[in-house]
């Protein structure tokens, strides 16, 4: 199993650059949330509460961006996101499936798999592949935001940089 830790900001539409540590503690990949301008950032934090405009990119630690994660919203109110990895250039498509507060059940589709993300308050996100439970993450606020991800080693998806993104996405800013 691969454990990662990081410290995310304590506000939500803080864009500050943050650093993700493997079990060695070194630094393995950045992350921070994007706008497009200051007008939108200004919007979103004083009027939208900051879960309006959500885009998280991920970084090597060379710099070089590997996911951006998106919130789409549409005029019916069905929420959707959107993960594009830079790499290969596949996309995720995220829906719920469903109650979004209490307690959330997403899936998510790529080109030729799919997962299932539940996550109960209080208790970790999990997420599933094929019905197994592959990976998980949680945020501790009593630890000042501290947030872990464990990714098991028989995940189909092994890249940290993708569940840092999609759960960011999803949970921290919703």
Known sequence: MNRYVYHAPKIKTSSKLVDVRNEENEVVLRFK???????????????????????????????E??????????????????????????????????????????????ATEEYVVKHTPMDWAKFYYKGKEVARWKMKTTELFKTYLEIDEDSPIQDPAFFICLFQCILYVG
């Open 33 to 63: 949330r994007s706008y497009k301008n200051l007008f939108i950032k200004l919007l979103d934090s004083f009027l939208l509460e900051g879960s309006s405009f959500v885009k998280f990119d991920t970084y090597s630690v060379r710099g």
């Open 65 to 110: 961006l590997n996911y951006r994660g998106m919130k789409k919203l549409s005029k019916v109110g069905k929420t959707e996101y959107y993960i594009e990895n830079y790499k290969d250039h596949s996309t995720y498509q995220i829906t719920y499936t469903s109650l979004q507060i209490v307690a959330p059940e997403l899936l998510i589709k790529s």
